[in-house]
C-alpha cells in the first residue's frame, strides 16, 4: 500500500476516533452539567470519574500509538504516522463537538485539553495549531522517506514543544479552583510553535541550498 493510501486510512481512523470521544464528552456534559456548558472549567466530574477519565486519555494514546504501528514500516514512520493522527483526531474532535452541540462556540473559547500528568488548558485555537503543524509536517516529511531530520531540528522541536507544553500547564492551578486563569501565555506558545517549526523548515532550507530533493 502507498504512503498516500497508508495516510488516508490513518486520517480516516483518526476522524472516526474523534468522533466517538466527542460523542462520549456529550453525554458525560449532559449527565452532569447539561447541555449548555458557560464555561469548560466550571465542568466538574465527580470524584468516582476522574480516574476513568485519566484512563480513557491513555486509551485513546494508545489506540493512536497502534494505528502507526500498523500502518508504518519503520520506527520513523511510526513517530511520522503517530504524529498525523494525533493531529487529525485532535482537529476533528473540536469540530465534530461543535456539530454535535454547538460548542465550542469560538476558537477562544477555553478547554480543558488533556489530565496527564497534570491538567492542560488553553483557549480552542492553541491546540488546534499545533494539531495543524503536526498534519503538515508528518505529511510532508512521509511523501520524502529519504529525509531525515537533523540532530540540530530534533532540538528545536524538543525545545519548541515544552515551551507549547508549559504555555498549556503553567497555569493548571486554575482548574482545581475552577476559575478562569487571567490570560493565556501566547508568548510561550507562539515562541514554542515558531522554534520548532523553524527546526523542520531550516532543514529543508538547508538540503535546498545543498541540491538536495525539497
Given at each position: 500500500?502507498?504512503?498516500?493510501?497508508?495516510?488516508?486510512?490513518?486520517?480516516?481512523?483518526?476522524?472516526?476516533?474523534a468522533?466517538?470521544e466527542?460523542?462520549v464528552?456529550?453525554?458525560?456534559?449532559?449527565?452532569h452539567?447539561g447541555?449548555?456548558?458557560v464555561?469548560?472549567?466550571?465542568y466538574a466530574?465527580?470524584?468516582r470519574l476522574?480516574?476513568i477519565?485519566?484512563g480513557r486519555?491513555?486509551?485513546?494514546l494508545?489506540?493512536l500509538?497502534?494505528?502507526?504501528a500498523?500502518?508504518?514500516?519503520?520506527?520513523?514512520e511510526r513517530?511520522?504516522?503517530?504524529?498525523l493522527?494525533?493531529?487529525?483526531?485532535?482537529?476533528?474532535y473540536?469540530?465534530?463537538?461543535?456539530?454535535f452541540?454547538?460548542?465550542p462556540?469560538?476558537?477562544f473559547?477555553?478547554?480543558?485539553l488533556?489530565?496527564?500528568p497534570v491538567?492542560?488548558l488553553?483557549?480552542?485555537?492553541a491546540p488546534?495549531?499545533?494539531?495543524?503543524?503536526l498534519?503538515?509536517?508528518?505529511?510532508?516529511?512521509?511523501?520524502?522517506?529519504a529525509v531525515?531530520l537533523?540532530r540540530?531540528a530534533?532540538?528545536l522541536?524538543?525545545?519548541?514543544?515544552i515551551?507549547?507544553?508549559?504555555?498549556?500547564?503553567?497555569d493548571y492551578?486554575?482548574?482545581?479552583?475552577r476559575?478562569d486563569?487571567?490570560?493565556?501565555r501566547w508568548?510561550?506558545?507562539w515562541a514554542?510553535?515558531?522554534?520548532?517549526v523553524a527546526?523542520?523548515?531550516?532543514?529543508r532550507?538547508?538540503r535546498?541550498?545543498a541540491?538536495?530533493?525539497p
Amino acid at each position: 500500500m502507498s504512503v498516500e493510501k497508508r495516510a488516508l486510512w490513518v486520517g480516516l481512523y483518526a476522524v472516526a476516533m474523534a468522533a466517538v470521544e466527542s460523542a462520549v464528552v456529550v453525554y458525560l456534559r449532559a449527565l452532569h452539567t447539561g447541555p449548555e456548558l458557560v464555561s469548560i472549567l466550571a465542568y466538574a466530574l465527580p470524584d468516582r470519574l476522574v480516574s476513568i477519565e485519566v484512563g480513557r486519555e491513555v486509551a485513546t494514546l494508545v489506540m493512536l500509538i497502534a494505528v502507526a504501528a500498523l500502518a508504518a514500516q519503520s520506527a520513523w514512520e511510526r513517530f511520522l504516522y503517530l504524529a498525523l493522527a494525533f493531529g487529525v483526531w485532535d482537529i476533528f474532535y473540536y469540530a465534530w463537538l461543535w456539530v454535535f452541540i454547538g460548542w465550542p462556540p469560538s476558537l477562544f473559547t477555553w478547554d480543558i485539553l488533556f489530565l496527564i500528568p497534570v491538567p492542560w488548558l488553553g483557549p480552542v485555537l492553541a491546540p488546534v495549531i499545533v494539531s495543524f503543524c503536526l498534519v503538515g509536517g508528518s505529511l510532508w516529511l512521509l511523501r520524502r522517506p529519504a529525509v531525515r531530520l537533523s540532530r540540530r531540528a530534533w532540538v528545536l522541536m524538543i525545545a519548541g514543544g515544552i515551551l507549547v507544553l508549559v504555555s498549556f500547564t503553567v497555569d493548571y492551578g486554575a482548574v482545581l479552583a475552577r476559575t478562569d486563569p487571567a490570560r493565556f501565555r501566547w508568548e510561550l506558545f507562539w515562541a514554542g510553535v515558531v522554534i520548532a517549526v523553524a527546526g523542520v523548515l531550516g532543514d529543508r532550507a538547508r538540503r535546498l541550498g545543498a541540491g538536495a530533493s525539497p
